[in-house]
C-alpha cells in the first residue's frame, strides 16, 4: 500500500492528502493537534477504528496518508489484508495499536504498511511518523532499475475463430519463455476472452475494475490484479457479466497499456476488432499489429477494408497479415493467390492448419508454442516471436544451456509442404516479414 507512483496523468483527480481512523477520544485529539502543527485539514479525522476505515474506503477514494487505529481489531493482520481490498494503490498506510509483538510489527510491514505506532500515542511519535510518510510522498520516486525496452504487439482477428486468440497466447508463451523476455497477455475482450481460460487460469476481477475505475490503475493494483502463468508470464484478463456492457472510452485500456510499460518488456494484447475501431487510439504505441485470418472470402473481404481503415485511423501502424489454418490438403475456400489479389498486398506469414494440436493444447490449458512446440504450427510460432523481436532491433534476451534455441522463420517455414499444388506454392521470400 505504501509504494509510490508517479503523478495522476490522463486528468484523474487527485486524493485527499490525509485521513485517519481512531477508536477514542483521546487518539482523536492528539492526531488532531499534530495535523494542526503540520498545516493539514483536521476534518478528515473519524471515529470506528480499521472497520469503519473499510466500510468507508469501500465507497469512497483513498487519500494520500492514511492512519489506522487496530486498538478494535482481534485479528490485526486479517483486517489489514481486508483494508488493501479496499485501499487504492499508492496509499502510505500508519497504524497503531496496543499489541507491543515484534512478529506481528514485521508482518504488517511485509503487507505493506509504512509504520507501526504502539499506544498511547505521545505527539512527537504522531509528528516524525507523519512526516516521513510526507517526506515519502512529496519525493521524486527512486529508479532502481534501469529502462525497459518494451514491446508492444497486438493480435486482432478479421473475424471470429480465425484463431486470433490462439496466436497471442503462443506468442506471449514463446515471448516469456524462449525469449527470456518479463512478458504480459492482455485480453481485451472483457466479455468473451479466452486468453486465462486457455492457460486454465481465473481471469480475477482486476480488468474489469480497472475499466470501471481507472483511477486506480497504477504498479501496486497490477501487481494484484494479474495472474501468472508461468515466471515471465502474466495475464490480465476479464470475464465480465453480459449484463454489463462496456462502457469505456478505453481511457482504462490506454492507462494499462502505459503502466505495462514500466514493468514488463513485452506486452501481447488479444485486440477484438470491434474495440479497435471504437477505439483507434490503442493503437498509437504499439510496434506492430497482427491481423489475422483464414483463407476465406469473408476474411479477404475483412482484410481489406481494416487495411484501408488503418491507413487513415493509425498511419504509423505497421500492420502484418498472417494467413491461419493453410490445409496440408489444398482444401481451401480461397487460394493464396487470388486472398492476394482481393487484400491487395502480400500475405507477411503463413500458418499451417494443424487443428489436432489446437484441440489438444486446448484440453491441456496450454500453449501452442508449449505443448505443440514440437508440432510445424508450433516450431513456426516459436520463429515468429524470435522475428517480431528483431523487427524492433530489440536483441533476444541469453538463451540459457539447457534451452533450445527457437529455429529460424525462413528454415521453419521453407519445411512445410502443406501446398495443395504447385501454382500455390509460395516463394522462398514469403517468409520474411516485410
Not at 466500510?55 to 489506522?68: D, E, K, N, R, T
Not at 514488463?264 to 479497435?276: G, K, N, V
Not at 483507434?280 to 491481423?291: E, Q, R, V
Request: proline share 6%; with cysteine.
Amino acid at each position: 500500500m505504501n509504494e509510490q507512483r508517479p503523478a495522476p496523468r490522463f486528468g484523474i483527480p487527485k486524493r485527499d492528502l490525509f485521513k485517519a481512523f481512531v477508536c477514542d477520544d483521546l487518539s482523536m485529539d492528539l492526531v488532531g493537534a499534530t495535523c494542526a502543527t503540520l498545516g493539514w485539514s483536521g476534518g478528515c479525522i473519524f471515529k470506528g477504528g480499521i472497520k469503519n476505515a473499510i466500510q468507508s474506503l469501500s465507497i469512497s477514494s483513498s487519500p494520500s496518508i492514511l492512519f489506522i487505529d487496530l486498538s478494535d481489531s482481534t485479528v490485526p493482520l486479517r483486517d489489514v489484508n481486508a483494508l488493501a481490498e479496499v485501499c487504492e494503490p499508492g496509499t502510505i498506510v500508519i497504524v497503531g495499536g496496543h499489541m507491543n509483538d515484534v512478529r506481528l510489527y514485521r508482518d504488517l510491514l511485509a503487507s505493506g504498511i509504512q509504520d507501526y505506532l504502539l499506544k498511547p500515542f505521545h505527539p512527537d511519535q504522531l509528528r516524525d511518523s507523519f512526516v516521513h510518510a510526507q517526506t515519502i510522498l512529496t519525493s521524486p520516486r527512486p529508479s532502481d532499475t534501469p529502462d525497459i525496452p518494451h514491446f508492444q504487439v497486438s493480435v486482432m482477428g478479421a473475424r471470429g475463430g480465425v484463431g486470433a486468440s490462439m496466436i497471442a497466447s503462443a506468442l506471449a508463451w514463446s515471448m516469456a519463455l524462449h525469449q527470456r523476455r518479463t512478458t504480459t497477455l492482455l485480453d481485451l475482450d472483457v466479455h468473451f476472452g479466452t486468453s486465462a481460460l486457455g492457460f486454465d487460469l481465473s481471469p480475477g476481477k482486476g480488468l474489469a475494475e480497472a475499466i470501471d475505475n481507472p483511477s486506480r490503475i497504477d504498479g501496486l493494483f497490477l501487481e494484484r490484479a494479474l495472474v501468472h502463468a508461468s515466471e515471465k508470464l502474466s495475464v490480465l484478463a476479464a470475464e465480465a457479466s453480459i449484463m454489463q456492457p462496456l462502457l469505456s472510452d478505453g481511457t482504462a485500456f490506454r492507462l494499462l497499456q502505459e503502466e505495462l510499460k514500466t514493468g514488463f518488456e513485452c506486452t501481447i494484447a488479444d485486440l477484438p476488432r470491434d474495440l479497435a475501431v471504437m477505439c483507434p487510439h490503442l493503437l498509437g504505441d504499439i510496434h506492430t499489429l497482427l491481423l489475422v485470418a483464414e483463407p476465406s472470402l469473408a476474411c479477404a473481404r475483412d482484410i481489406f477494408r481494416l487495411l484501408n481503415w488503418l491507413k487513415t485511423a493509425a498511419p504509423l501502424v505497421r500492420p502484418q497479415v498472417i494467413l491461419n489454418k493453410m490445409a496440408a490438403n489444398g482444401i481451401i475456400e480461397i487460394s493464396l493467390g487470388d486472398f492476394e489479389k482481393a487484400i491487395e498486398q502480400a500475405v507477411d506469414v503463413i500458418l499451417p492448419d494443424d487443428p489436432k494440436i489446437v484441440r489438444e493444447c486446448a484440453r491441456l490449458g496450454k500453449a501452442v508454442t508449449d505443448a505443440g512446440r514440437s508440432s510445424k504450427l508450433g516450431q513456426a510460432l516459436q520463429a515468429y516471436a524470435a522475428n517480431l523481436i528483431e523487427q524492433v532491433g530489440a536483441p533476444s534476451a541469453p538463451t540459457s544451456h539447457t534451452e533450445a534455441k527457437p529455429p529460424a522463420l525462413a528454415s521453419v517455414l521453407q519445411k512445410m509442404s502443406f501446398w495443395g499444388t504447385k501454382k500455390d506454392a509460395p516463394s522462398q521470400n514469403r517468409y520474411a516479414v516485410r
